[in-house]
């Protein structure tokens, strides 16, 4: 297995990395954090149109770039670094990786080439009132009427559903359980009977909302009722993406962290001089490489099919959790009383690695999974 980035890979970080600095800085992200939409539309445009990131993942068949796992994880973690206030995880990521595993040819072709050109936004839909992500959990049901079908109860923690055109929603046919009867349809973001409800959440850069499906008519997507595989592909790959969007948080923490050393003076030195502090920050850069070494790993693992990719992923989200929750706690008492206050960014990013860290499960979740995937 390759362990490193191309030179055309390092220059596309690059690419990514001076749009990201241009477009969502600290100042960019507080405002559109307190807005209702939650992201910048002319922003997203030039993403989706100048870069053909919105595509990145999605086969040139379908209107996309072709580029594999690796890529995207480069460019989610760059857009971690900045925080980007976008429904990019939640449409280019989640709703369209499930698309292109479970969804049919006609599917695809219908779906994906106006996602991919970042003119229609898409969410999925996943955990319910257990805060669970995986089929077992799930208990909307799909009842065939015609070649449609009727969509009845809640979703919840559903990432940009406020503002996606349409919804993939994973529900299961009345009367199984487990793996059994689960599907993927779509939905009209204002379809009659769904009711959508914003969550108040610790972190503001990223809107989650509640959903409520009442008789909601709905598309089936794919083969209804042996979707449990595209859903666990589905997951594996988004775990993987979103361990290598919290390491680009980690690594900006990190910096941030070893430059306010370098300037905040105290005893007529400044703190960076300390051993102490030498010492800490020796521990943090070796925690973030580490966590960097495995998820990279996770990405490379998803473009090769590897055979433990499953076992890989779970150890990124895990690692990638942990790693980028003590990076946030450790950047704000290196920064002191300044820290804690509404007017550095760390907190932004502190409150980023709390909802990471649960979000497609916790690192206890993942290590279980990773211990019982290795078996």
Not at 29 to 45: A, H, I, K, S
Not at 96 to 120: V, Y
């Amino acid at each position: 297995m390759r362990y490193s980035f191309t030179d055309e890979q390092q220059q596309f970080r690059e690419f990514v990395r001076k749009f990201m600095e241009a477009n969502s800085p600290a100042t960019e992200v507080r405002r559109l954090m307190e807005t209702d939409q939650g992201y910048d539309p002319e922003v997203w445009n030039n993403l989706s149109e100048s870069l053909g990131l919105a595509g990145i993942h999605i086969p040139e068949a379908y209107g996309g770039q072709g580029f594999g796992p690796v890529e995207l994880c480069i460019a989610v973690e760059e857009m971690g670094r900045s925080l980007l206030c976008g429904p990019y995880f939640g449409s280019s990521v989640l709703a369209t990786t499930a698309i292109l595993n479970a969804g049919s040819e006609d599917d695809k072709q219908r779906l994906l080439p106006d996602l991919a050109a970042g003119k229609k936004l898409a969410a999925l839909a996943l955990a319910e009132s257990s805060g669970e992500w995986d089929a077992a959990s799930i208990a909307l049901t799909a009842t065939e009427s015609g070649t449609d079908y009727i969509l009845n109860g809640a979703k919840n923690y559903v990432i940009d559903a406020h503002c996606a055109d349409f919804i993939v929603v994973v529900a299961r046919l009345a009367g199984t359980e487990g793996d059994a009867g689960i599907g993927f349809f779509t939905v009209e973001g204002d379809a009659a009977g769904l009711v959508k409800r914003s969550l108040q959440t610790i972190d503001e850069t990223r809107k989650l909302s509640a959903l409520e499906f009442e008789g909601v008519t709905a598309k089936p997507l794919g083969e209804v009722g042996n979707a449990a595989a595209a859903l666990q592909q589905s997951l594996v790959l988004s775990y993987i993406v979103l361990a290598n969007e919290m390491i680009g948080g980690a690594q900006m923490l990190f910096e941030s962290s070893l430059e306010y050393a370098k300037l905040r003076v105290q005893f007529g030195r400044t703190i960076g001089s300390f051993q102490s502090m030498k010492h800490k920050m020796a521990d943090l850069l070796l925690e973030v490489e580490s966590a960097k070494s495995t998820v990279y790993y996770a990405a490379e693992a998803a473009a090769e099919g590897s055979a433990d990719l499953n076992a890989v992923a779970s150890l990124a989200k895990a690692c990638a959790s942990d790693t980028f929750a003590h990076v946030a706690a450790e950047t704000i008492q290196i920064h002191g009383g300044v820290g804690f206050t509404w007017e550095n960014d760390t907190h932004l990013y502190f409150k980023r690695a709390k909802s990471s860290e649960v979000l497609l499960g916790g690192a206890e979740l993942h290590r279980e999974l990773f211990m019982q995937q290795s078996i």
